[in-house]
């Protein structure tokens, strides 16, 4: 079985920048696509970004500012946040899942197998 923790969150000024760390243990990191997705409260939790062997997909609100990135010698996955504004406040969660997925299927929190505990993100001035 996989384990995710994120670390990272922490409160920004609008225009400012943060990255996630989602560190993994339990499995074969390199087999695994992986994930960010992110809930406001009240809202449904949301497709952020994936990234598989192949490439990366990105949700239309964050394209161009963020950035997922993974290092499989540290069983790691990062999401680089930058021109962070009030909207992209939210709890941020890893997420892994298989490396069969394809590309219409990654936006979906049911594609996923594994999952965080979550990183508070605040946008505030």
């Known amino acids: 079985q996989v384990q995710l923790v994120e670390s990272g969150g922490g409160l920004v000024r609008p225009g400012g920048s943060l990255r996630l760390t989602c560190a993994a243990t339990g499995g074969t990191f390199s087999t695994y696509t992986v994930a960010w997705f992110r809930q406001a409260p009240g809202k449904e939790r949301e497709f952020v970004a994936a990234k598989k062997w192949s490439g990366s997909n990105y949700a239309d609100t964050v394209k161009g500012r963020f950035t997922i990135s993974r290092d499989n010698d540290k069983n790691t996955v990062y999401l680089q946040m930058n021109s962070l504004n009030p909207e992209d406040t939210a709890v941020y969660y890893c997420?892994?899942?298989?490396?069969?997925?394809?590309?219409?299927?990654?936006?979906?929190?049911?594609?996923?197998?594994?999952w965080g505990q979550g990183t508070q993100v605040t946008v505030s001035s």
């Open positions: 997420a892994a899942g298989s490396n069969r997925l394809i590309t219409s299927s990654l936006r979906y929190v049911s594609s996923y197998d594994y």
